[in-house]
C-alpha cells in the first residue's frame, strides 16, 4: 500500500515538474517586446510622405493626417503588451477625442508575422478597434524610424514630430504627451518612474541582441536567462555523446557518468525556467514579470500560429524526452541496459537533440523588428 502511495506520489511530481516547464521553457533567441523608454530623437522633424490601405482596403496616406493632433500607434496581434496598450488608448479615446488628437492604429502583422494576419483580422472584427487601422508597409519604416513593437509616436497639428514612446508605458504617461501635442502642457521629456530605461531611445532592446557575448557578462537579474539556457543543453549534447559511446562499448563507469550529465540537465533546467518565465514577462506591463510571464506562457501556450508558441512546445517535447529518460535509466538502477533497449535508448536520446535543435532553430529565427 506505502509502496502505490509513493508512486501516485512521484507521478503527481513529476507532472507539476512538467506542467511548470511547458509553461516556462526558455525563450532563448527570441527578440521582447521594446524596452520601456522615451525618446526625442524624431522631435521637430517633418513627418515624410507614405502610402499604405488600411485593415479594410482603403488607401490611407499622410495626407490623411495633415492638419491636426495625431497618436500613431504600432501593434502586433499577438502582443501581449500591445493589447495593454491598446486597452489604454481605449479608455483615453473620449479625452482625445475632447482635445482633437486622433489616434491611428499601424498593424504590423503584414511585415512582422504575415502568417497571423487573417487571425488577425479575425480577432479585430470580433473586437474592433475605435480607431482607424493601417496595414504595416516596409515604406513606414522610413518613415517612423520603426523599431520595434510596441511603439506610439506623437505627430502635432502641423505635422512634425513630437515625443515618442518605446514599449509599455503607464496610461498617465500616453496622456501627458497627447497634452502636449494639443497645445496644453510641457513635452513628456523624462521617463516615468516604471520605466527602466533613462531617455533618448537608449537600450530598447536587451543588451545582448546582435552582441551574445554580453550575455556571458550577468550585470542585472534580466540577464540571467541567456546565461543559464546554455547549461541544459549543453548538457544533453554532452550526455548523448556518452550514450552512443554506451552503444558501442558498454561500461558501467560511462554508463554512471552518463546518467550523472542526464540528471545535472534536467536539474538546470529548473533556474533556466524560472528566469525563462521572468525574461518572456519582463516587458509585458508594470506588474510582477514573473506573474505577467506566467499568465503570457499559459494564454498563448497553443497558439501554433505564433513562432514563440511553436518555440516554448518544442521545449515541452525535449523536456518531455529529457524527464522519460532520466526516470528510465533511474529505474535500471546501476545496471547496465541490455542491447535491445540501449538501441532504444539511444534512439530517443537522437530525437531528443533533434527536436532541441528544432526549437533552436525557431527560436533563432524569430524577430520582431
Not at 155 to 184: N, R, W
Not at 205 to 220: C, G, S, T, V
Not at 298 to 327: K, M, P, Q, W, Y
Request: charged content about 15%.
Amino acid at each position: 500500500m506505502m509502496e502505490k502511495t509513493h508512486t501516485r506520489r512521484c507521478r503527481w511530481q513529476a507532472l507539476l515538474v512538467v506542467g511548470t516547464l511547458a509553461i516556462g521553457l526558455t525563450v532563448d533567441g527570441v527578440d521582447a517586446a521594446l524596452i520601456p523608454s522615451v525618446s526625442q530623437e524624431l522631435r521637430g522633424r517633418p513627418l515624410p510622405t507614405f502610402e499604405s490601405q488600411t485593415l479594410d482596403g482603403q488607401p490611407f496616406s499622410s495626407r490623411d493626417l495633415v492638419g491636426k493632433p495625431i497618436i500613431v500607434n504600432f501593434f502586433a496581434s499577438w502582443c501581449p503588451v500591445c493589447s495593454m496598450e491598446l486597452k489604454d488608448l481605449r479608455a483615453l479615446q473620449p479625452d482625445l477625442r475632447q482635445r482633437g488628437v486622433s489616434v491611428i492604429e499601424v498593424l504590423v502583422d503584414p511585415v512582422e508575422t504575415p502568417d497571423t494576419v487573417d487571425a488577425a483580422r479575425q480577432q479585430l472584427a470580433r473586437n474592433p478597434l475605435p480607431f482607424p487601422v493601417v496595414m504595416m508597409v516596409p515604406a513606414l519604416r522610413d518613415v517612423f524610424g520603426y523599431d520595434g513593437f510596441p511603439a506610439t509616436y506623437f505627430v502635432k497639428a502641423d505635422g512634425t514630430f513630437s515625443t515618442t514612446l518605446f514599449g509599455y508605458q503607464p496610461i498617465e504617461q500616453l496622456q501627458q504627451v497627447a497634452q502636449e501635442i494639443a497645445g496644453e502642457g510641457a513635452a513628456a521629456t523624462t521617463t516615468p518612474p516604471s520605466s527602466p530605461v533613462p531617455s533618448a531611445g537608449i537600450g530598447r532592446h536587451p543588451p545582448w541582441e546582435k552582441r551574445p557575448l554580453l550575455a556571458l557578462i550577468p550585470a542585472a537579474w534580466a540577464q540571467w536567462h541567456p546565461l543559464l539556457v546554455h547549461f541544459p543543453i549543453a548538457l544533453l549534447v554532452i550526455e548523448a555523446v556518452f550514450v552512443c559511446a554506451l552503444l558501442v562499448r558498454p561500461n558501467e563507469r560511462v554508463a554512471q557518468v552518463s546518467v550523472g550529465l542526464l540528471g545535472a540537465a534536467v536539474a538546470s533546467l529548473v533556474p533556466t525556467v524560472l528566469t525563462g518565465i521572468r525574461d518572456a514577462g519582463a516587458d509585458l506591463g508594470p506588474d510582477s514579470p514573473f506573474w505577467n510571464g506566467l499568465h503570457d506562457r499559459l494564454t498563448h501556450l497553443f497558439r501554433l500560429e505564433s513562432s514563440v508558441s511553436l518555440h516554448v512546445l518544442f521545449g515541452l517535447a525535449v523536456t518531455l524526452i529529457a524527464f522519460g529518460r532520466l526516470a528510465w535509466r533511474l529505474r535500471a538502477g546501476d545496471r547496465l541496459l541490455r542491447r535491445g533497449q540501449r538501441v532504444a535508448f539511444t534512439l530517443v536520446t537522437l530525437l531528443g537533440l533533434w527536436v532541441l535543435f528544432g526549437g533552436g532553430q525557431v527560436g533563432g529565427g524569430i524577430s520582431h523588428r
